[in-house]
């Protein structure tokens, strides 16, 4: 081990260096057709708040659908019971630096509906700071669409085709055309595409349900971004759409007091999703300074309708109905510049306004009128001593949420439990510099406030139910406070071990109970939930074993160019409420890259979830066991990329688990046709102008940590 990390130091070094030195040289023998070569993207990246995982170049990652890929990262569990989970802490699913106010089933049917190769890199920020919201709750992942617009018309085509093969042959498709380009007055870039996605799902719970599911799933999307110069200043217009909308085709069998009740059922969802930006940059010639103002509003409408054919015992017809609207305005200003403090030094302040409207509707009752409006200031200090670097941030917000519910046995409307407080939120950080920007030791404090998801609030039973099944929102649930702690060693930007401790309380949870043959699902608030999470990652290039070690301070490192292993283990245990003896679990995941011969770039991953404790639940076999194989080349000048790729080739990927908060435990069993093959390619659209020169990237990113350059955002 001493010498693996050893070794692994030496290369990092010697990439630096000699990725350096490469690139003037290829520089200087391109200069004649004015190109600029730029450096090789590193596919995982640790920094002291996030990880950083590069979708654009990695075809085992972005060969599917963006939750595909999202499923492929270490330490990533997806859930339908708990959401998304990163290393023991929820997740906040931003978009280019924003929350897409996006959950449960609509969630899921956005990230399903995006292709992978339409993103170009994923961002796990477990410790956001004070220019983050306070909502963010334990940790945010960001999906990040920037692309650099060019002084000519850019165009790149990406499509991909799967199939899987249970009891029929099932098709899933996508297409994406990608423009980019920007003259002397404005950029401006457009990003549209669809999917097409057919699936099963094999369903039963307790023995008292079964459900057969076809499932048909279509996806249309634009994003377009334009960006005007103004002098020196720069302003920044977005318009984003997205339409889902699936039809689930089902064979149901429920045995209710003991009779049985077979019929055929049809469920129709649709989700429409605008959203409007506009972001203004003042320009300083001290590039350390910032100021920006950026103004968002997105309007969210949901559809649900359930066409219900029971066959036995007395045939007859039902149809439910129910839909929701929800419209979120945005205002933040942020300004930053250097002080002098300690040796070296930055100051940042901000405010925001964010104000989120959401109606839900059954039939023709409005059964739910909730409102959160939200003011907040902050301030961060960045500091640096010698090989410390500081941060402390203080954010200050004032919530006012309330609203209305629909009691139906009372015939009236309640006032939901208001949430009327001013709350602050402290966060700090020391980091210790063993060697710059390679080696460090950083610990990390936030408390952050994670309020109730429109999904877990929604009375509505927005999916499927039967006679044996109900699921519905809790309106009346409160917000969850968390106290997070971090510590973690990072090498290299890729090597890393850590523990972080997530103190939630109010914490929010899914509940599965059964009375009689009736099954009841459902939001509550657990007073009190401790996460305890260790976690650990290693890259290991096969040189390490096949070549002495002085040949290795030799070798010119391109990790493109290596065939090497990652390693990522962790271990988690939840302290919650109801459960006694709570018992841990690990994961396991390798994913290798090996150079074969004709160029030909074989990846390979598996990922193992042990059992234990996942919040009221508990697996019957692993929670998520995959193994998935995918091959690339690149062609035409590395122009095109084609990947053929295998996911869950054994067909281990199951949902098997029962409830342990209440007696009779419940069994959930869910089965998708998770094992697919197919292909994806993508293609760079050639100009034919061969002088053109890639131009500056166009909006500077707002990641602080972060000063590589500037891109055009969409939102960001």
Not at 389 to 416: M, Q, W
Not at 489 to 503: C, K, Q
Not at 619 to 638: A, V
Request: aromatic content about 12%; glycine content about 6%; proline content about 3%.
């Amino acid at each position: 081990m001493k010498k693996i990390l050893l070794t692994l130091s030496i290369l990092a070094s010697t990439l630096g260096f000699s990725q350096e030195t490469k690139d003037k040289r290829e520089t200087k023998e391109k200069e004649i057709e004015g190109v600029i070569i730029t450096k090789t993207k590193k596919a995982v990246e640790q920094k002291a708040d996030r990880t950083i995982y590069d979708f654009s170049e990695q075809s085992h990652l972005n060969s599917g659908t963006t939750m595909e890929g999202l499923k492929k990262i270490p330490g990533l569990v997806v859930s339908e019971m708990a959401g998304m989970i990163y290393q023991g802490k929820s997740l906040e699913v931003y978009m280019d630096g924003r929350p897409l106010n996006l959950y449960s089933d609509q969630l899921t049917a956005y990230l399903e509906g995006l292709p992978a190769n339409s993103i170009e890199r994923i961002e796990m920020i477990t410790q956001p700071g004070a220019e983050f919201p306070a909502t963010s709750g334990g940790a945010i992942l960001n999906i990040v669409t920037s692309r650099s617009a060019k002084s000519y018309l850019s165009a790149t085509y990406a499509g991909g085709y799967r199939f899987s093969n249970y009891d029929k042959f099932r098709n899933k498709f996508n297409n994406s055309l990608t423009l980019n380009s920007k003259n002397r007055w404005f950029g401006w870039q457009l990003n549209i595409g669809q999917s097409y996605n057919e699936s099963e799902t094999q369903s039963t719970i307790d023995e008292i349900s079964k459900l057969g599911n076809d499932n048909i799933g279509r996806n249309q999307f634009l994003r377009s971004a334009f960006t005007f110069d103004l002098g020196k200043d720069r302003l920044l217009l977005n318009y984003n759409f997205s339409n889902n909308n699936a039809d689930r085709y089902i064979d149901s069998y429920a045995l209710f007091e003991g009779t049985e009740i077979i019929s055929n059922d049809k469920t129709s969802s649709d989700n429409m999703r605008h959203e409007v930006m506009a972001t203004y940059q003042k320009k300083f010639d001290d590039r350390s300074k910032k100021f920006e103002i950026k103004g968002t509003y997105s309007n969210n409408k949901a559809d649900f309708n359930q066409n219900s054919h029971r066959l036995l015992p007395i045939e007859n017809f039902l149809n439910t109905a129910n839909g929701s609207s929800q419209n979120v305005f945005n205002l933040k200003v942020d300004y930053a510049q250097p002080i002098k403090i300690l040796e070296e030094g930055k100051l940042s302040l901000g405010a925001d306004y964010n104000q989120q409207d959401f109606v839900a509707n059954d039939n023709i009752i409005d059964n739910l009128d909730y409102s959160s409006k939200t003011s907040a200031v902050y301030s961060e200090v960045n500091a640096k001593k010698g090989k410390f670097d500081f941060v402390l941030g203080l954010r200050g917000e004032y919530y006012n949420v309330g609203g209305t519910s629909y009691d139906y046995e009372e015939k009236k409307y309640d006032a939901l439990i208001p949430f009327d407080k001013f709350k602050v939120f402290p966060n700090a950080s020391v980091q210790y510099n063993f060697v710059p920007n390679m080696v460090f030791a950083n610990i990390n404090y936030n408390k952050k406030i994670s309020l109730p998801s429109i999904a877990n609030l929604n009375p509505n039973n927005t999916r499927y139910g039967n006679s044996t099944i109900d699921f519905s929102g809790n309106p009346n649930l409160q917000p969850t406070i968390y106290d997070n702690f971090e510590f973690k060693l990072s090498a290299m930007n890729f090597a890393f071990i850590g523990y972080t401790l997530t103190s939630g309380k109010n914490q929010v949870v899914q509940e599965v109970s059964r009375t009689g043959d009736r099954i009841f699902q459902t939001s509550a608030n657990v007073d009190h939930l401790r996460i305890h999470n260790f976690n650990a990652g290693i890259p290991i290039p096969f040189a390490v074993f096949n070549k002495p070690f002085s040949e290795l301070l030799k070798m010119e490192v391109n990790p493109d160019k290596m065939n090497f292993i990652y390693l990522y283990t962790s271990y988690q245990i939840q302290e919650i409420d109801k459960i006694v003896n709570p018992k841990g679990y690990w994961t396991y995941s390798a994913s290798g890259q090996f150079l074969l011969p004709s160029k030909i770039k074989l990846n390979i991953s598996y990922t193992y979830l042990g059992k234990g404790n996942y919040y009221y639940f508990y697996p019957n076999k692993s929670f998520y066991n995959s193994f998935d194989i995918s091959m690339s080349r690149k062609f035409n000048k590395d122009r095109m990329t084609l990947t053929l790729f295998a996911n869950d080739i054994f067909n281990t990927v199951e949902n098997n688990l029962r409830t342990i908060n209440a007696t009779p435990n419940v069994f959930i069993r869910n089965k998708n046709d998770s094992r697919t093959f197919g292909l994806s390619f993508s293609y760079k659209i050639p100009t034919k102008n061969k002088l053109a020169k890639e131009d500056p990237n166009m909006i500077k990113t707002t990641n602080q940590n972060d000063n590589s350059g500037e891109v055009l955002q969409q939102g960001q």
